[in-house]
């Protein structure tokens, strides 16, 4: 019973069906019919112009986006638990030719702009001191919290204000999507976001993620990155067509329904044991090695995510038994 | 009748059927237990011990080789008309932090020893000019011929004696293998090859290629740079499936062999028409812009290359009645 | 009797004398006084409103004059033997984080608008192929010839048409203004360069170039790549201090024209073993081995260029006995 | 009265003298007599075989120290104070090709060697996460704190046990080596130091710093890398001739001699006020905004570094009765 990553979850039908279907000849890269359709599909969910580009992998994403709001000598601020500064391996920095990303706190992985702004006013504005041009943030962010369309609005101002790009990491987009029950224009260019990495792989998807731009013109030099970080696919139509297959008839956010309800019922067993209130598909639980023994002894994968705290992700297509069998033995420590 | 890119064809029913098979749940990135197979599946097809990463393009794959071989202060020496030169919108730069792809000539985008040393020979060993410290060569060339084991075998020597390593672009490996009914490791290591990107997509893959390190010990960096780059896939296992599947009963090979068995029927029929001998899969003809439409005519489909020169090229699933309609279309111009 | 290089020269007596003189404490970085006068200097010298910033080195200067027109998934044209392109250990690609040098030919290293044109042609506006961004040319050429006003204007209107900046190597810029009699501004802006790496150190200085942005507005995110390449010298004061001193009474134009005359009398020995005019300062010169070992028996110092070609090179304050000397030898060969 | 910076005082009157002597012609470049000498001094200097290069600044000579110990996938560990993450505007990213600073805390922006370990075993060695390569430390530190021959000892064996190279910043080693009365060797090599930035400039050079590897075969790459950045000056002659200049008869000790007694003097009379000891040249003070103001109402010139705490830098040629002024306005406040 795998509670390891969403990563580890099957593909959804939707997507190898699509996969099956888009295997006929057509041009070669993104000049496909499935993939001249993206702007528009994309463009019809968020009801705004954009910009949609598919891609590989969220890093890859978030380095595109990144690259194309800040320079080499600027910077990106950014939570310390930030995937793009934790989990990436340099990925920022190689994309933006060496920007610097600039660490801030918070709890949950969450940022106040109140702490943003206090930040960047520490920042002298000379030629000695790298100068922020971003902000990012991740929705859900690391521990499974979500920005509220009000929260992220806060931090858009700021953005403005200040002359920052805002870039969101939506890895989990979907699940703060249907967590908070709002559109998909309400966490996003509502709320000041000017490029968003609009993750479907851990939701269902098999390869390729959506890069979002809400102003469509920063699109243009990044067709030329991505071609030259290796990302412009040869048979681009079966990376298009993954992500169609979930616009269509909204199998994104079955998706991510089906994984929050799955954690939110995992958490209502773990009571006091919540390191953080779960709020999409994440659960960050206390327990102790001789629980988490247990638990494991039980059937159940889970990574240790730091001394005394696991961590446990529901999928799409987490089976409900497994589900229950968890928050019984949860609720049974 | 497609003869624009072996990008445009099927992928096929093998790799198909093993995306489907590997949709079941594992670990993600590339540790699940396909992905871990690779290493040994391709020592076995190269009869030597080598470290072998999936990637998403053959682009992700020459950055990745020539970034283990050079530094940004160093050079690649390559023909004018490589690939890595001219399509892939500057990645081997981006790859390896700046280096500088020092070209060179030749007929059909082939390199002979004598001037690449000519060349090396040019250049003051001083800090005040860049020094090569890698051959790039691709086979089957840009222009469809082959380098034969000996000719790889010179160009080998030629880099170790200078201390260079040599990567060899194999987008189209396969069809160079099957021209020559040698042994992949004929053209590779027994040549003197470092670094190989050997292609699987334009052969009836979908979205993978193989990068293959003969001296196992530069996949180690490698690695950190194929996630740094966004490369390393969250659930690689599909990448891996698609390359066990085409390993697996020769089926790359037969890909190979079809694609070369149809473009050698048409340039059976194309006589003193050809810019160069047909040795693998693609056919560069002389055409008159009369000619060229008569053609389109008839329903062809293919690239002007250059004025008076088209290109045409054959993929693993030409179906047979467009091959011979398009040999008797040529021959009765 | 040295005919080498004009690095080899001595330091002019305006520029010790001026940095005895600004040895008092002073803010560092570029706050102090005199590299406060900068901008206005050169505005004024210029007769227009420019940016003026020192810097260390030419190579430095052009590759912070292209990373402000270029960026790293775009291209750069320029000569073949441009000095960017063979004697900078790859500066440019560096400091634009990777951007590719395009190559194209003509006589003496000048660049001709009509093969700049057709070049430009040839390469496809697709994402896999690089973008020009910038055209670079040197003046006077790395074969001593200049180009006047006219032919800078050809190549500016191109540039302006086609989108590009237009960077000027003025390594000996001085020469080219020295030899055709015009003003600075007509072999710059007023014919679209948008910034000039202007050569004082060749010219009589010590350790310090200027880089001039006609597009002020250019220097902002420039000042903050200087810092970042380490270019911002803490006592700056004793870098401004050598260009105002040369700016000071035209000395960097009195020098220059020294300069040329000494090649110019040179080269009226020389006859028909000139391989180029001589317009600047720098003489190549058909010479067999025995000829040249005749020279350097009798004390001529100078660089084999190529076989059969040797370069001699005179400075501001080339003795006008060795050069007198010189000639007679030439002749008398 | 100038306490703002030592950058703002007075060159020398060796180096000034030197530069004067240096003014004769010879060769460009590094080929000089006086730069062919550095490897001798500076290996008698520090009684090991070293490499010695000129560079125009700390920063470039901190780039380039990082650039030869890590790749770009990789990371530095430095304070969270070093001057390469707060005041370079990201050159050790430019320079490495946009490797990770990994930031540490420590009192007085010293680094504890525990405190170091800790940290690093927080880092899981899997590709997700940036692996150090390098360990940075500043010596004098930015707070103008001493590590003594044993600390550096202890963090060179951390550096060696975990595979990573030791860079020490040494923009006031200088006053390190004055204020602890050992050799240039017992803070260097001796306790495991790879690479040094080996400051002159502020400590009365004009335009000079030595970076010094104390393994040799680190400056090979480092010397086309210099050149890459533009830091190979056409007439490194002055270059040289300035730390010649500094090394006779020990300039370089004398002068940070006098520095740190200037500073000692003041710091007897600062009492509670230091934020930190004194050891060095530099000075943390506490002052009210009316103390402050008061302090510069008598003609004292220094930095607001803090709310509440000023800092303040003697120089080589601070004037004793500046000093004596000083000493007495903080005493009497």
């Not at 919290?145 to 806060?154: G, H, N, Q, R, S």
Request: proline residues 4%; contains cysteine; negative net charge.
């Amino acid at each position: 019973m795998r509670f390891l990553s969403d990563n580890a979850a099957h593909v959804c039908p939707e997507v190898m069906a699509a996969l099956v279907a888009a295997n006929r000849p057509d041009d070669g890269y993104d000049g496909d019919a499935l993939s001249r359709r993206l702007d528009a599909a994309f463009s019809e969910l968020f009801g705004t112009e954009v910009a949609a580009l598919w891609v590989s992998s969220g890093t890859a994403a978030n380095g595109l986006a990144l690259a194309a709001m800040v320079q080499g000598h600027q910077a990106v601020i950014c939570h310390e638990d930030a995937h793009i500064q934790r989990d990436e391996c340099g990925a920022p920095e190689f994309y933006t030719g060496g920007a610097k990303l600039m660490l801030t706190g918070g709890p949950g992985a969450k940022l106040d702009p109140a702490d943003i702004a206090a930040f960047a006013d520490s920042i002298r504005t000379d030629v000695h001191q790298t100068q922020p041009a971003a902000l990012s943030i991740t929705n859900a962010t690391e521990y499974g919290l979500v920005y509220a369309p009000d929260e992220v609005a806060a931090l858009g101002a700021l953005a403005r204000a200040r002359g920052w790009g805002l870039h969101m990491d939506g890895a989990r987009f979907a699940n703060a999507v249907a967590a908070l029950g709002c559109t998909p224009a309400d966490l996003s260019w509502k709320g000041g976001v000017d490029a968003l990495s609009f993750g479907f792989i851990k939701n269902g998807g098999m390869s390729t993620e959506a890069l979002i731009f809400f102003r469509p013109e920063l699109a243009d030099a990044t067709r030329y990155r991505r071609k030259r970080a290796g990302h412009l696919l040869s048979k681009g139509r079966f990376a298009a067509a993954q992500l169609l297959a979930m616009l269509e008839a909204d199998v994104w956010l079955r998706n991510a329904h089906a994984a929050n309800a799955a954690a939110a019922h995992i958490a209502n067993a773990a009571g006091g044991r919540l390191l953080y209130p779960v709020e999409a598909n994440e659960i960050f639980l206390r327990l102790t090695q001789a629980e988490a023994a247990a638990l494991r002894g039980q059937g159940f994968l889970f990574y240790d995510w730091a001394p005394g705290v696991a961590r446990l992700v529901c999928s799409w297509d987490q089976p409900a038994s497994d589900v229950e069998a968890l928050a019984r033995a949860i609720a049974a420590l």
